[in-house]
C-alpha cells in the first residue's frame, strides 16, 4: 500500500512484507486477509456491487421512453481487523459521481431496457500501520456498467398512449448486469479505483403492486473474472457473490413514491495465486429511498442506506441524490 511521503523507509516496508506474505510468498501467522481487507474497504464502499439497493429495477415503461441520469453520492465507513494484525482504525470517505442513458424497448413483444453508466470517484482511505497514521487518496474514472432487463410476465410492449391506459399487474423480469475493466488502474498500487476485471450479474425480480402500495424480491449472484495484474502481476479470483433484495413502498402519484429496501449477500472469498484469503462475507443492509418529481419530465431521487450486521464487511453508510430527465421518442403512425 503506499504510504505519504516522508514518513520513512522501514513502514513501507512493513506493508511490502504483509503484502509478500499474504500472497503466498512465505508464510505470515494472523496476517491473512489483513492487505486485502484495506483494499476491500476501498471495494465494499465505491464499487461492491453486492451493496446496490435498487427499487423499481424491474418496473415497465413505454417504448421509446429514454433517461438521462446524473448522481452523486458519499459513501462513509470503517472496518474492523483481526486485532493481531498491525493494520487497524481504517476509515474511508469514497464520493462518486455517475452519468447514465437508459432506453426502453420493444423486445420480441415484451418491455425491454438497455442502460449504461460511467462512475467518477474519489476516495480516501486513512488507518494506522503499527501505530503510525497513513492516508491513500485515489481518483479517477471507474469502471463501466452496462446493464440489460426485460420483463417476462406482466410487462407488455406498449407505446406511451397505450401505457397510460394500463393497469398494473405482476410483473418477472430478468436482467444482466456487466462491467467492464475500463476505469483507472495502477498495477503497482494495492488500492485502485478499477476492480480490473470483468463481472457479470444475472438476476431475476418480482414486482407486485397493491393499490398504491408495491412489494419487490430479487435474487442474483456477480461472477467474477480473474483480475490477473494484481499488485505487479499476482493473480486475485473471487467465488461468485450471491445477493437478494427486498423492496416495499408507496406510490403517492406518478413519480412521487417512498421505498423501504434491504438487501443479503453472501459468499465472494477471494484468492491471491490460489491462496485462499478466508474473506467469505455475509452481511445484511437495509435503506430508504424517495423520487419526487420536480418538473415537466424531470425528477429527482434521493437514497440513504446503512450496513446492520455481517460477516467481512465493512460498517458502511451511504447517502445520495440524483437528477433525471425523461422524454419519449416521437410518435409514428398508431399502431
Not at 435498487?54 to 415497465?60: D, F, T, V, W
Not at 438497455?114 to 486513512?126: E, F, H, K
Not at 497513513?134 to 440489460?148: A, C, K, M, N
Request: glycine share 12%; net charge positive; proline share 6%.
Amino acid at each position: 500500500m503506499p504510504l505519504n511521503a516522508g514518513n520513512g523507509k522501514r513502514k513501507n516496508d512493513v506493508v511490502k512484507r504483509m503484502t509478500a506474505e499474504h500472497m503466498g510468498l512465505k508464510p505470515c501467522l494472523g496476517c491473512n486477509a489483513v492487505v486485502l481487507a484495506a483494499a476491500g474497504l476501498v471495494w465494499g464502499i465505491g464499487g461492491a456491487h453486492a451493496q446496490d439497493l435498487e427499487p423499481r429495477a424491474y418496473s415497465a415503461s413505454p417504448i421509446g421512453t429514454n433517461f438521462l441520469a446524473a448522481g452523486f453520492s458519499r459513501s462513509t465507513g470503517s472496518s474492523s481487523l483481526d486485532p493481531s494484525a498491525p493494520i487497524t482504525g481504517l476509515n474511508a470517505a469514497i464520493d462518486t459521481y455517475s452519468l447514465g442513458y437508459d432506453r426502453a424497448f420493444d423486445l420480441a413483444g415484451r418491455s425491454a431496457s438497455a442502460a449504461i453508466q460511467i462512475p467518477y470517484r474519489d476516495g480516501n482511505v486513512s488507518g494506522q500501520v503499527e501505530g503510525q497514521n497513513e492516508h491513500v487518496s485515489r481518483s479517477g474514472l471507474g469502471d463501466l456498467r452496462i446493464r440489460l432487463a426485460t420483463n417476462l410476465l406482466g410487462g407488455p410492449a406498449l407505446t406511451p398512449a397505450e401505457f397510460r391506459l394500463r393497469r398494473p399487474t405482476t410483473t418477472l423480469g430478468v436482467s444482466l448486469v456487466v462491467t467492464a475493466p475500463t476505469g483507472q488502474y495502477h498495477p503497482e498500487h494495492l488500492i485502485n479505483i478499477s476492480s480490473n476485471r470483468w463481472a457479470f450479474k444475472p438476476e431475476i425480480g418480482l414486482s407486485q403492486p397493491l393499490g398504491n402500495w408495491f412489494a419487490e424480491a430479487y435474487a442474483g449472484a456477480w461472477i467474477f473474472a480473474d483480475n490477473d495484474n494484481y499488485f505487479n502481476g499476482h493473480v486475485r479470483s473471487q467465488n461468485p457473490l450471491y445477493t437478494f433484495q427486498l423492496h416495499g413502498g408507496y406510490t403517492f402519484r406518478p413519480s412521487l413514491w417512498l421505498a423501504a429496501d434491504a438487501t443479503y449477500y453472501t459468499g465472494g472469498e477471494t484468492s491471491i495465486n490460489g491462496n485462499s484469503s478466508n474473506d467469505s462475507e455475509s452481511t445484511v443492509r437495509w435503506g430508504l429511498t424517495l423520487s419526487v418529481p420536480i418538473a415537466a419530465g424531470f425528477s429527482a431521487k434521493l437514497a440513504w442506506s446503512k450496513w446492520v450486521s455481517g460477516r467481512n464487511g465493512g460498517n458502511y453508510q451511504t447517502i445520495g441524490v440524483s437528477l433525471q430527465y425523461r422524454w419519449f421518442d416521437p410518435q409514428g403512425p398508431a399502431r
